[in-house]
């Protein structure tokens, strides 16, 4: 399939994209996506391919540069409201490992636990918990190797009835969020919201926001 940009684009280009699903077997599927803009030379070359399956789901993408193909890949293990995942990144013309993220969570309809190791420097976890009908609540944590500080934030929202809710939240800058949702009529939202610098208060500084979300 050869996909054309719309007639607006200032640099036209032309995209050549071919795929294969369930033929080599069962939930795999494999595609090339090229790309060429002929006001600057530039070709694009990328190999795509997925295997998926009850509890597994896995993805490669290879980058074709002439410096070294760069590889992507990702898997995803999930088993019992339990589920975990790896993505890596790796430059094969550096020889070098250059993404390597982990991550562990487990849900249920009420309850999200998130954990994550990000290039072995960045850790983070997260809480989520829906107390009843009319209440979420939410924290998450999050440090970097070799510093002492710590980033965290808490949040809520609750419903005042079926077309309105409130939410908060607060992180550890002192950084105060507040935000109103309002239904006004089918397809029609009204969102009012603010952010207030709780360190620097009298110094001003704090956000406002509206907003009104139109649906179809």
């Known amino acids: ?19 294969v699903e369930d033929q080599l077997c ?5 595609a090339l996506d090229t790309t060429f803009a002929p006001h600057t030379g530039k070709k694009t070359a990328r190999v795509r391919s997925a295997y998926k399956m009850d509890f597994l789901h896995m993805n490669t993408d290879v980058d074709l540069d002439l410096a070294g193909p760069v590889i992507h890949g990702a898997a ?8 975990t995942g790896y ?4 430059d094969t013309g550096k020889s070098k490992l250059i993404k390597s993220n982990f991550a562990v969570g487990y849900a249920t ?15 983070g976890g997260s809480v989520y918990q829906k107390v009843n009908g009319k209440l979420q609540t939410g924290i998450q944590l999050a440090w970097t190797a ?22 908060a939240k607060v992180n ?22 603010a952010m207030i610098d709780g360190k620097n208060f009298n110094q001003g500084g704090h956000k406002l926001g509206l907003g009104i979300e139109l649906e179809a």
């Not at 500080?149 to 809710?165: E, I, P, W």
């Not at 550890?172 to 919201?193: A, D, M």
Request: aromatic share 14%; charged share 15%; proline share 3%.
């Open 146 to 167: 070799g510093s002492n500080a710590t980033r965290f934030g808490l949040g809520c929202k609750y419903q005042l009835d079926a077309d309105a809710s409130i939410s």
């Open 1 to 19: 399939m050869i996909r054309r940009p719309p007639r607006s684009t200032l640099f036209p280009y032309t995209t050549l994209f071919r795929s």
């Open 76 to 83: 995803v293990l999930g088993y019992t409201g339990w589920l």
């Open 26 to 30: 069962k939930g795999f599927k494999l």
């Open 109 to 123: 309809s009420d309850f999200v636990l998130h954990t994550n190791v990000n290039d072995g420097q960045e850790f």
């Open 172 to 193: 550890n800058s002192s950084q105060i969020g507040l935000g109103y949702n309002q239904k006004l009529r089918e397809g029609v939202t009204l969102t009012l919201s």
């Open 87 to 90: 993505q890596f990144s790796f």
